[in-house]
């Protein structure tokens, strides 16, 4: 059990005396209180991994802290950390049956024969894994592999935190939804803070209480899913989170009312202050963007694709060079390529260089 | 040209890795191979190439026999899950490599720069795939393979090693990369998501047979059996057991209805119900619906839409509800099905009744 | 159902047929036809049946005697010479360096004896172990121990041993060495975080994911070491006495000492046998090791 502070921290791979600016990671303060879920998300390259391995104490940082519960264990290695890990493929060791492999930890750590065997016991029972403790683990799928992995992280009593990278990435589709719902009941029964890195937004959204969101070793915005959906800080994460992404549009704002190809837009907040001389784009999703027949107090677009995903339609249309996605509504049907768009004005937001502008009541 | 399996069966040190199959596919068509791993799709595409001999049956390209004839004999390209392309070679060689091992030196430069156009490669073509990212050495192999104009181009969950959004921009080119080539496409992919972005035909697989093939949004809207409705549905399809008597509906988990919908004109028996997670939803309290009393075990919120896990005595459910809903684990909820919107099937898993198509 | 068949396709394989008929069947045969026959020189020979096999397999005979005393000293020998180098070459792989420039430098340090033919090795030693002149042999009587391997049958075999070792140490090190690379990072990674000891991420991970170079490894060296014929004949020349009379130095003896070609043949093609036999077995093995099963349906 532990809350993890990152004071300062920062990481460089060619040591701390390169040019900040190609730091894998560039400095971050920031707290994770125990038992929280967290995911780390971006794309690949954006730190995500590199951060991970510091908590878990893979890689030392090139600078700044880590505490855990207010103890400083930047100089500890991962053994005295208390740290569990689920790693991308599943580890497992492939001379021994499922409960050896679960055993593992324990015996390292110079339990006692009855202790262990009680507490693997216990901890298969969590995992559905009971059945299969007398076979030899490399003989299992892909998912009950991951499993195990993820049962010798549980089954230390004394476990801090469980750090997963990547977990789901062999595994089928249906049974991802399995392990995810697995996951998370077990995060809700044990109380463990656990850090989640992926570059799958659904994932991570549906895992993690908390979504830090990364670009370039930096954190964009860290929230809940809500957070980041209805309100990205950053056109980043407005392109990242949600599939499709955000539309991102330039436009001339004034006051009140923003202009995109000299079409007023109603916005519901004022923007009379906004820096002079800065990109000003206007974000809003294709969930909130209404498709409609076209008319004169619509926006004109011309439709160029619909993309079917079985439960939902997605309109992909043109206005004028810029490319938009809108939602379709259910049971419409078009008559031709030319529609008309209706931006939701509460869902309409105000970038200022690619960071979100806060507009007065 | 068109390209057909016949009968064809394929055996790995006595593990039948594809029972009896047979298949055609013609000229400027996109095939998606859908199915769990270990459904054989890979196999399929491997005797589709020739890189194996199937253990009966034949292969016939244009209703010539094939079998048994080398694969670099054939006119095919294949892409693979991981980026394989030549390291010490630039992009734009890359790309050239298949037309320079082919002795077609004739407007080699036309070709490659038609590709890198078509996939967007054009800045980066002086450069080695090590400095490219993921999704562009992705699309240098792609490039690869489209660039002899091969008949048949075999894609093997070429999107699997990249990146949410990479997979999502590339998804939405394919297609008209495809039409723009001409060629025989088979795409094997393990997401129902993907298989209904891409369109196209769907062979739909399992554990080594073919469930069935057809138009994309058709498989997906018309699942012939229990089996492809499971497969072809993300989040994974609901079920509950049903009987029929006496002008009412029997759900295995207890509740009572009449049978309207598509129940109407079922004959008296038991049968197996499927619907998907956006065919639940809250109760709306319209009576021609069917309720179910449910207990909620999790909400996941994306913030564009919220998936809650339901148990309905001893079932285990899937809503795909959009917008943001809040419900605490524990919580009853009463969720509801349009016995007009849902998938009947009879006790040997095959489809009776499907919704109308909208 | 109908077949492609092309004829021509033979002609193609015709001329590995003629090599391998010229390099290999024809000696064979050649041999066989020997190994039942005798001869009283003259270039006469008459029928013998399997009386040399027959001989050959009776310990209690001349022939049968020479033949198992030195089969045992062969076996004695691969098996000493295995239970060096295998635990040897692991220890060596496990100690190189796993990236920088160090990588190259230990593979090319390592490749040397490799490279070096095996009647010049058995010179180096020879010389290397002489007491008179050779810096270990010196070097060792010096110290005031009674080493020669020219009188002394043991020293004779430490010497061949040692050898040997230096010799092929290098290729079981490498095979184990390209084993361990292939080892992904994470299960390191996995074992740190589940506190295992330097012994247990040996036993658990390591040698299991080793277990098929080390199967190649120890097949090679048998086969090797089983065949050893030039460094012994250099170093010892199967001395003192017939303490270093493997089989293939006892082999050459009666083919070409006392031209008893009859028994030499008949010897040859036993051992040939053996060797097979064994190559069958582990090849059988290893191939059973290999394969990775599908994994089961239903893991959960």
Redesign the interface.
């Known amino acids: 059990m532990a809350r993890i502070d990152l004071v300062d921290l920062a990481h460089s791979y060619h040591g701390p005396a390169a040019d900040p600016a190609t730091y894998a990671l560039k400095p971050m303060s920031m707290t994770w209180r125990q038992g929280g879920a967290y995911a780390l998300l971006g794309p690949s390259g954006c730190g995500k991994t590199t951060l991970l391995n510091i908590i878990s104490g893979l890689v030392k940082p090139s600078r700044g802290r880590i505490l855990f519960d207010q103890r400083d264990v930047t100089p500890l290695s991962t053994q005295r950390r208390n740290i569990a890990q689920v790693f991308q493929f599943p580890v497992i060791y492939d001379t021994m049956t499922v409960a050896e492999n679960l055993a593992f930890p324990l015996k390292n750590r110079g339990l006692r024969g009855e202790q262990i065997a009680s507490r693997v016991a216990e901890i298969a029972q969590l995992l559905d894994l009971t059945p299969h403790l007398k076979r030899k683990a490399t003989r299992l799928s892909a998912d009950a592999k991951q499993k195990i992995s993820l049962g010798r992280g549980l089954v230390r009593p004394d476990v801090a935190a469980i750090l997963f990278d990547e977990p789901l990435t062999v595994i089928d589709p249906h049974l991802k939804w399995e392990l995810r719902s697995k996951l998370k009941a077990l995060h809700r029964a044990l109380d463990l803070t656990m850090i989640y890195v992926t570059h799958d937004q659904t994932e991570a959204l549906t895992f993690a209480d908390t979504v830090v969101v990364m670009q370039d070793g930096m954190v964009v915005q860290s929230g809940t899913p809500q957070d980041l959906f209805e309100k990205p800080a950053h056109t980043f994460v407005g392109y990242f989170i949600g599939s499709p992404g955000m539309n991102i549009l330039p436009a001339t704002v004034q006051g009140r009312r923003a202009h995109l190809s000299g079409h007023p837009i109603a916005l519901t907040r004022a923007y009379d202050r906004l820096p002079a001389g800065a990109r000003i784009e206007i974000g809003v999703r294709p969930e909130f963007v209404r498709v409609a027949a076209p008319a004169p107090n619509l926006l004109n677009a011309r439709i160029e694709r619909i993309d079917d995903l079985g439960r939902t339609r997605f309109a992909r249309v043109r206005v004028g060079e810029q490319k938009l996605a809108a939602q379709v509504p259910n049971g419409m049907s078009f008559a031709g390529a030319d529609v008309g768009l209706d931006f939701d004005p509460a869902h309409v937001h105000v970038y200022a260089d690619s960071r979100l502008v806060e507009g007065a009541a | 040209m068109s390209v057909t399996l016949d009968h064809v069966t394929r055996f790995v040190s006595g593990v039948p890795y594809l029972h009896k199959t047979s298949l055609t596919l013609d000229r400027g068509t996109l095939n998606v191979l859908l199915g769990p791993t270990l459904a054989g799709k890979t196999s399929l595409m491997r005797l589709l190439a020739g890189l194996d001999r199937p253990d009966t049956g034949r292969v016939l390209v244009d209703d010539k026999d094939v079998t048994g004839i080398d694969v670099r004999k054939r006119s095919v390209a294949m892409v693979y899950q991981q980026f394989i392309n030549y390291p010490s070679l630039t992009v734009y060689e890359n790309i050239a490599s298949p037309l320079r091992v082919a002795g077609k030196h004739r407007d080699i430069d036309a070709r490659v720069q038609s590709v890198a156009k078509l996939l967007g490669l054009e800045p980066y073509l002086d450069r080695t795939p090590l400095q490219l990212s993921g999704g562009q050495q992705q699309r240098t192999a792609i490039a690869r393979a489209l660039v002899k104009g091969a008949d048949l181009v075999l894609l093997d969950e070429p999107l699997a090693n990249l990146d949410y959004k990479l997979r999502e921009e590339l998804r939405a080119e394919l297609p008209r990369i495809f039409e723009a080539s001409g060629a025989i496409f088979v795409y094997a992919t393990t997401e129902p998501t993907e298989a209904l972005l891409l369109g196209g035909r769907t062979i739909c697989m399992w554990e080594g047979e073919i469930l069935q093939t057809g138009d994309t949004a058709s498989v997906y809207r018309h699942p012939q059996s229990l089996r492809v409705a499971e497969v072809f549905s993300d989040p994974p399809l609901n079920r509950v057991g049903v009987e029929k008597k006496d002008g009412s509906i029997h759900y295995a988990s207890g509740e009572r209805a009449p049978a309207n919908g598509l129940y109407r004109d079922l004959a008296d028996g038991g049968y197996e119900v499927g619907f998907r997670a956006h065919q639940l939803a809250a109760a709306s309290g319209k009576n021609e619906r069917h309720s179910f009393a449910t207990t909620v075990l999790l909400t996941e919120i994306t913030g564009s839409e919220s998936f809650v896990h339901l148990k309905c005595d001893g079932f285990n459910w899937v809503a795909v509800m959009p917008g943001v809903v809040e419900y605490a684990p524990g919580d009853r909820l009463d969720a509801e099905i349009d016995p007009a919107d849902l998938y009947v099937f009879d006790p040997s898993g095959r489809l009776v009744a499907a919704p109308a198509t909208m | ?4 068949v092309n004829q021509k396709a033979w002609l193609l394989v015709l001329p590995v047929f003629v090599l391998v008929a010229f390099s290999a069947i024809i000696p064979l045969m050649t041999v066989v036809n020997y190994s039942v026959q005798d001869t009283f020189g003259n270039n006469q020979f008459f029928w013998n049946g399997v009386g040399w096999y027959k001989d050959l397999l009776d310990p209690s005979t001349e022939l049968g005697g020479r033949f198992f005393a030195s089969l045992w000293r062969n076996l004695l020998f691969s098996a000493a010479v295995l239970a060096i180098e295998i635990p040897l070459g692991i220890l060596v792989a496990l100690s190189m360096p796993r990236e920088g420039w160090r990588v190259a430098a230990c593979l090319i340090i390592l490749a040397l004896p490799l490279l070096i033919p095996w009647n010049v090795v058995g010179t180096i030693w020879q010389i290397f172990g002489r007491s008179d002149i050779g810096l270990l042999g010196y070097t060792l009587n010096l110290f005031g121990l009674n080493y020669n391997y020219v009188a002394n049958p043991l020293d004779a075999w430490l010497t061949i041993i040692a050898m040997d070792v230096w010799h092929w140490t290098s290729l079981v090190a490498l095979l184990c060495y390209a084993g361990l690379k292939s080892i ?1 990072e ?2 390191y ?2 074992a ?6 330097r012994w ?1 991420v040996f036993t ?2 390591q040698l ?2 080793m277990k098929r170079v080390l199967l190649i490894a120890f097949l090679l060296r048998f086969m090797d070491s089983f065949m050893i014929y030039t460094e012994p004949f250099v170093v010892t020349g199967g001395g003192p006495g017939n303490s270093t009379t493997f089989l293939s130095i006892e082999l050459v003896k009666l083919a070409l000492g006392q031209f008893d070609l009859g028994k030499a043949a008949a010897m040859s093609i036993v051992y040939n046998l053996i060797v097979l036999i064994v190559c069958w077995v582990f090849y059988t093995v290893m191939t059973n090791v290999g ?10």
Request: proline letters at 10%.
């Open positions: 159902m109908e077949k492609i992904p994470a299960y990674q996995a740190h975080i589940d506190g295992a000891s247990a658990a991970i299991p994911k394969t990775e099963r599908r994994p089961e349906t239903g893991g959960v």
